[in-house]
């Protein structure tokens, strides 16, 4: 394997877990958000 495919592959891996990352803490906002949503219309 030669050392441009190693970097290649190592940049697409970085890339791959930042772009996972940050879906995952937008989806968390996303569900936090909906369930703070949810318990201000419930009814006290």
Avoid: C, N, W
Wanted: net charge positive.
């Amino acid at each position: 394997m030669s050392a441009r495919h190693t970097a290649v592959r190592h940049a697409l891996r970085g890339r791959l877990r930042l772009v996972l990352g940050t879906s995952a803490a937008i989806a968390a906002l996303a569900v936090g958000g909906a369930v703070t949503a949810a318990q201000a219309d419930a009814p006290k």
